[in-house]
Every structure is written in C-alpha cells, then in structure tokens.
C-alpha cells in the first residue's frame, strides 16, 4: 500500500486530464461505423466521451477545405448499414493535411458518447444488419453473373480447402519427410488454381469496370463481395494484411516485403495457398521494382563515372530496387539516394538493409532517409528545394492515390529539382483488362485510382519542353511515365 505522500499524478504535459480515447477498428470489431460530418461521408478514426478524430481520403476533384471550417459546428451521425446509432452537433477543433487526405478533430457540444451504450447500440444494429442482408434494398444492384462469379469463386476455394485439410490429416504434421511431402503437395495445389484463379479474376475485371463509374452499384458490389469472398481468403497473411491495414493505410511496407519474399506464409496448408494467390497478385510489384532498378543502372551509367548521380525516390517504402542496385559486385560510379517516406518504420528497415550494402562500396554510395509527407514537399521551402538538383526522381506507388490535380502540381514541382538531361519517373496502377481492380478494390477494400497510358499523358501536359515517353509494364497491370529534362 502507497502512501499519499507517495502517489504520483501526470508530469509535463500529462497533468492536463484528457478522456481516454479509443481507436475505432479496436472499439468496433465486425467494420468502423460510417460516419458523416455536416452531410460528407467520412472515415472514423478513434474516439473519446466529448470527440471524434475523423479522416477525410480528398479523393474528390472538389474536396472540402476544412482548415477554412475550424470553429464551425456541424452535425454529425454515426450509423451502422444506415441506421444512426449516434446523432450531435460537433465543432471542428483542428485539421492536419498529410499524403493526400485531411485528419479533422472535433468536439461533441451538445452530446457526449457513453461507449458501453454506443457499443451496445453497434452491436444491436450490426446484428440486424446481418440477419436482413439478404433482403436489402441494394442486393438487386449485385449483378446476377457477377453473383455467379462469385459462386464460382467461393466453390473452388471451399473445394480446395476441404482437399487440402483431407490430405493434411493423411499426411500428419510429424515424421520424416512430413516437410518435403507437404511442400510438393502445395506446389501441386498452386499449379493447378493459380489458371483458374486468373481467369475469374479477369473475368469479374471486364463485369467490374463499368460498375466503377456508378456510386451504388459499387458500393452493393463491394459490399457483397466482401461478406461472401473476403471470409474464404482472410485467413492468407497478405489478404489479412491487406485488409486490415494495420497501419491505418492500404499497401504498407510489410505487405510490400510478403510479395518481395514470395514465400509460403500461413498456418495450414490452405491459409498459405490463399497467400501465394495473393503475392500471385503482387506480380507487378516485383516487376516495377526491377523497372526501377534499371532506371537506377541507366541513371548511373549515363554520368559515365565522372560526377556524383543524385537519386531520389518518393514514397519509397524499404526501397528494395535500391537495395537490389546496391547488391552489385561493384558500382559504375559515386551515386547518392535520398528516400522519402511518410511511415518511418518503412525508412528504419530501409536504412537498415542499405548500411550493410553502403559499406561495401567503400564510399561510391550514400543512401539518405527523409521522413516527410507529400503535402509537406509541395510546400514553400520544403526538403526538396534544400537538395542539389536530382538525376533521377521516381516513385511508383504514390500517385495511384492521388488525383489528378494534386498529381499535376507534384509533377511540375519534382521537374523543377530535376537537374538538366535528369529523368522523372512515375508509375501507377494500369485500367487495363489484367489490372489488379477485382482482388484488391472489392475482395480487400484496397481502393486506387487507375489510370491509362492516355490519363498519364495527361497529367503531363503542363510541361510541353520535356521529352516525355509512356509504356506499359510486361504485366500490363503498371503505366509508367518517363520524362527527360533537356540537356544543358
């Protein structure tokens, strides 16, 4: 037992009591509640007894500025399948922009939450969700040959798993061979699924793309997808992953490493055949990462070994292509990365796996490591205009959440640092028949935007004095835009 004397209270800026708050995806199991501010469906990120934190992904042309909102109240509704299972006026409090989508605190002024309540509410509202889903309203929307794409899909994923846990229990987890025999058992299985998986996928891709350009239809067909599909390949780490977000956005650094590694990852034999049919996906990561690597080489060679090629990569996550250059017996010449990320554990691993490779060069290579968002760099005075003018800026995976206003100004902003005869170089997730739309957008709620060779094209066209060059990658999954500063 303490005595009074010894009992402690907050120090520094902890004895101001704030109300604990409760991340949202912990709080709300079965999916976060929708919620809307002042009419604008937004996203719940965490919540206390007198506020909510929300976030707003800007993914619209004409997006809402809500620094200009600070100090308005507005009401706000917390609904589950419709029904509000919350309803107060809130006042914007705060507004932080970073990559792309605004985080806005607010302040509940005339309700507080009562969570035990607001938890009973959810549950209550989930349940009666769940037991009339089948009579909903927007089920009709669902085509009927998509629905049987989805049939289709579910029985041999459910046929799989039951011959797999057949062969399973024959084989047994111990004994000698008990490895090698399962191993050749899952080589077998992907070889066999993986041609049937990919013609389903590019089937429902040709059902899909009109359904994108109509809201309700896509919201049902997401929605149907993931309450049939979703269950069956969850339990593969990367579709768990993927739709987890356990970082709190789609496509992080570790999902990045589970495709790069291309292992069998999983508990039991079928979970890690749901894997391997995810990193199947993943393809056209590995492939763009190799792109990138010759970028790198070609960037390299062009200075011939006389001066110091200056790299920069935006959005690199680990910066595996790096880190495949620098695997390289020797280097053609001195070079310098710089990797910019907003996750710093995605540089920590990055700069972790360079130090080993930096030091075998003996000085010819310097790997640097900037933690920043893409809002911060097309501010004034940012990191960039601080950097020596760039041989080569890249990044591949950025701007597949970006629109197109804000991907324009990040173009004419990075093609300002590019020093004479430098390249910039940016990929995006290709509209294409063999895109990755059906397994990510609607079975793991990854949404992206997908662009043609012609958008790319376009997004470009504020800058007519660069040579500018658009292909597609081998997977035709990947558009890249390469365009060259004139030379001095």
């Known amino acids: 037992m303490l005595t009074y004397e010894q009992l402690k209270g907050g120090e520094g800026d902890l004895i101001h009591y ?3 708050r409760f991340a949202a995806k912990d709080l709300f199991q079965q999916g976060v509640p929708d919620v ?7 996203v719940l990120q965490d919540l206390s007894v007198g506020g909510l934190g929300v976030l707003d992904h800007c993914r619209a042309e004409e997006g809402q500025d809500w620094a200009q909102r600070i100090g308005e109240r507005l009401p706000v509704r917390l609904s589950v399948r419709g029904e509000v299972i919350h309803a107060s006026m809130a006042e914007v409090r705060r507004c932080e922009v970073s990559a792309g989508r605004s985080t806005i605190g607010l302040r509940l002024v005339d309700r507080h939450l009562e969570m035990a309540a607001l938890v009973e509410k959810y549950w209550e509202s989930t349940l009666r969700g769940e037991l009339a889903y089948q009579t909903a309203p927007d089920l009709h929307l669902v085509a009927p040959d998509y629905r049987r794409l989805v049939a289709d899909t579910q029985a041999l994923l459910r046929y799989t798993q039951r011959t ?6 024959k084989i047994g987890t111990d004994g000698p061979g008990q490895q090698q025999v399962t191993g050749r058992m899952l080589a077998f299985c992907e070889e066999q699924i993986v041609p049937r998986w990919r013609e389903l996928w590019l089937e429902a891709n040709a059902m899909l793309w009109p359904v994108m350009d109509d ?3 896509l919201r049902a067909t997401k929605k149907f997808t993931e309450e049939v599909l979703t269950p069956e390949l969850i339990g593969g780490p990367i579709w768990h992953r993927g739709y987890d977000k356990p970082f709190g956005y789609p496509g992080d650094f570790l999902l990045m490493k589970q495709i790069y590694d291309n292992q069998w990852e999983g508990v039991g034999a079928y979970n890690k055949i749901c894997h391997r049919l995810g990193v199947y996906i993943g393809e056209f990561v590995a492939n763009r990462m190799l792109m990138m690597k010759d970028e790198i080489a070609d960037s390299v060679f062009d200075k011939n070994g006389e001066d110091t090629t200056h790299i920069t990569s935006l959005g690199s996550g680990p910066a595996q292509e790096v880190q495949a250059y620098l695997d390289a017996l020797s280097l053609p010449g001195s070079t310098c990365f710089t990797l910019i990320d907003q996750d710093r554990r995605a540089l920590d691993l990055a700069h972790t796996e360079s130090r080993r490779r930096v030091l075998q060069h003996g000085g010819r290579a310097r790997v640097d490591c900037v933690w920043t968002s893409f809002m911060q760099l097309l501010r004034p005075g940012a990191f960039l205009e601080q950097m020596p003018a760039q041989d080569l800026i890249y990044s591949v995976g950025l701007i597949d959440y970006l629109t197109d206003r804000r991907t324009g100004q990040l173009i004419e902003r990075l093609y300002k640092h590019l020093a004479p005869g430098g390249r910039l170089v940016l990929g995006n ?6 895109a990755s739309l059906w397994p990510l957008e609607f079975i793991a709620d990854w ?9 790319m094209t376009r997004l470009a066209a504020t800058i007519p004095q660069a040579r500018q060059e658009v292909f597609s990658d081998e997977t035709n999954c990947v558009v890249v835009m390469r365009l060259t500063k004139p030379a001095a």
């Not at 809307?36 to 937004?42: A, E, I, M, Q």
């Not at 797999?164 to 229990?169: H, I, K, P, S, T």
């Not at 949404?447 to 958008?455: C, H």
């Open 18 to 20: 704030r109300p604990e």
């Open 36 to 42: 809307s501010v002042g009419g604008h469906p937004l």
């Open 164 to 169: 797999l846990a057949r062969m399973e229990e």
């Open 447 to 455: 949404s992206l935007i997908y662009r043609s060779e012609e958008d």
């Open 215 to 217: 809201p309700a239809r």
């Open 429 to 434: 997730v290709k509209r294409s028949s063999e």
